[in-house]
């Protein structure tokens, strides 16, 4: 016979209130964040239709962090969407949960991580491409970012199974960094870009901007996949679960602003 709830080792609490936050905003914006707001945003919609856009879908967003808020209330326990479909459907809803989310977390997980090689590139040209090379669909990888990759997969791994106290601190250090930085660099590029002005015109020309909204809705819900990774980490949480939809709005509204 299988141990009881009320048996089995429990997870020790250490996500606060501002460490769940950071975990959010930084499991929802990656690089192609950046990428994706130059290249599909902009192009399709315009500035203003972007924003429209994203409006409407942080808004959806919203409708599903309450969801996760009414699950968690009534099943605080590490798993997030896997352990709400296993207590009210059954294992084999459970089973099929955890796979769709891994294989979803799986493709951006790769995506993230070979971000760091495109920095490297951008900061220190190609002083830092060492090793054999090879290309792939036109693009030439080199023995260096590989490794450089593997060892950023490895000593996250390390940091994050040794000390979760550290894991916290580092996170809500570095989404602050992010978002204080961000806003600086949006304040000087509008002022010195000459204000208002920059966002003429406000959509793409010659297309419908109702349309280009909706556009840009429809995929903008991509933009906070990852929001909702702090479900899996209820037990470990040092607050109490009914804090969690405040935590998820906070933190869908600064994704949604930076």
């Not at 009881?4 to 914006?29: C, M």
């Not at 949480?237 to 935590?247: A, M, R």
Request: glycine share 8%.
């Amino acid at each position: 016979m299988g141990e009881s709830k009320e048996n089995q080792p429990k997870l020790k609490p250490y996500l606060s209130p501002a460490g769940a936050w950071a975990f959010s905003i930084g499991t929802s914006i990656g690089w192609g964040s950046f990428v994706i707001t130059g290249n599909t945003y902009l192009v399709k919609a315009g500035p203003l239709g972007s924003v429209f856009g994203l409006l409407i879908g942080a808004a959806v967003m919203m409708i599903i962090a309450y969801n996760y808020h009414f699950m968690t209330i009534r099943c605080p326990e590490a798993g997030g969407a896997y352990s709400f479909c296993k207590t009210a459907f059954g294992f084999d809803y459970g089973f099929l949960t955890a796979w769709f989310l891994g294989l979803t977390y799986i493709s951006v997980f790769w995506a993230n991580i070979t971000s760091l090689p495109l920095f490297s590139r951008y900061f220190f040209g190609d002083r830092l491409q060492i090793g054999f090379r090879y290309t792939v669909f036109g693009y030439q990888i080199s023995l260096s970012e590989i490794l450089l990759c593997i060892i950023a997969i490895l000593l996250t791994g390390f940091i994050c199974s040794h000390s979760r106290k550290i894991v916290s601190i580092i996170m809500i250090l570095l989404a602050v960094d992010f978002t204080v930085t961000i806003i600086v660099c949006f304040v000087v590029s509008f002022v010195k870009a000459g204000g208002a002005s920059t966002i003429n015109p406000g959509y793409v020309p010659e297309r419908s901007e109702v349309a280009q909204i909706i556009r840009i809705a429809c995929i903008s819900l991509w933009a906070f996949i990852g929001f909702e990774n702090i479900s899996n980490s209820a037990e470990e949480f040092k607050f109490k679960t009914n804090k969690l939809f405040k935590i998820l709005i906070v933190s869908i509204v600064f994704t949604t602003l930076l």
